[in-house]
T-cell receptor, first 115, second 113 residues
């Protein structure tokens, strides 16, 4: 596609509910990133994929957070048993992964509100 | 110490003047440096990337990198009200391919008419 696409754009979840956030990267992009952004803060790194391999998940805040990219394209970020502190904008970015090209481009984000 | 540090602002600059935004980073092995612009309620938009020491110019924007001082800056010439946004500095340790990209908390820039 022309850009990174995320869905849904907005999600309201009741505390304890499981949610799944989808990211469709730019076509052909090898690298995919997930970030969490709280109001007034910069994006906080969650996890990074190169193709289907999850190379870094050091930013996932708890074992309730899980990400996958089974075919090396679309990725899903899953949050189990959501808590109020999970309320944030979840941003996905992709990068070509080509030699010397490390620029990453963001989708529009999913705003998650846990009530 | 945060890996990427920025002054949160707000930085207020008169229209037509030069806005100067600064960023420091802690990891000397960092190879790639980026400036993103983020309007309120929108996602970050890449405006500049820089990989080598010195200046890189693109229109009204100039990025400056000093690896010895671990310092990156962004200059915006002839500032316009539409430049009012939060500017995020980001750092990537990888060169051959993207690895973890770390962001600063952003500097809010306000251009006053």
């Amino acid at each position: 596609g022309a850009g990174v696409s995320q869905s849904p754009r907005y999600k309201v979840a009741k505390r304890g509910q499981d949610v799944a956030l989808r990211c469709d990267p730019i076509s052909g992009h090898v690298s995919l990133f997930w970030y969490q952004q709280a109001l007034g803060q910069g994006p906080e790194f969650l996890t990074y994929f190169q193709n289907e391999a999850q190379l870094d998940k050091s930013g996932l805040p708890s074992d309730r957070f899980f990400a996958e990219r089974p075919e090396g394209s679309v990725s899903t970020l899953k949050i189990q048993r959501t808590q109020q502190e999970d309320s944030a904008v979840y941003l996905c970015a992709s990068s070509s992964g080509r030699q010397g090209d490390t620029e990453a481009f963001f989708g529009q984000g999913t705003r998650l509100t846990v009530v | 110490q945060k890996e990427v540090e920025q002054n949160s602002g707000p930085l207020s600059v008169p229209e037509g003047a030069i806005a100067s935004l600064n960023c420091t980073y802690s990891d000397r092995v960092s190879q790639s440096f980026f400036w993103y612009r983020q309007y309120s309620g929108k996602s970050p938009e890449l405006i500049m990337s820089i990989y080598s020491n010195g200046d890189k110019e693109d229109g009204r924007f100039t990025a400056q990198l000093n690896k010895a001082s671990q310092y990156v800056s962004l200059l915006i010439r002839d500032s316009q009200p539409s430049d009012s946004a939060t500017y995020l500095c980001a750092v990537n340790k990888g060169y051959s391919s993207a690895s973890k990209i770390i962001f600063g908390s952003g500097t809010r820039l306000s251009i006053r008419p």
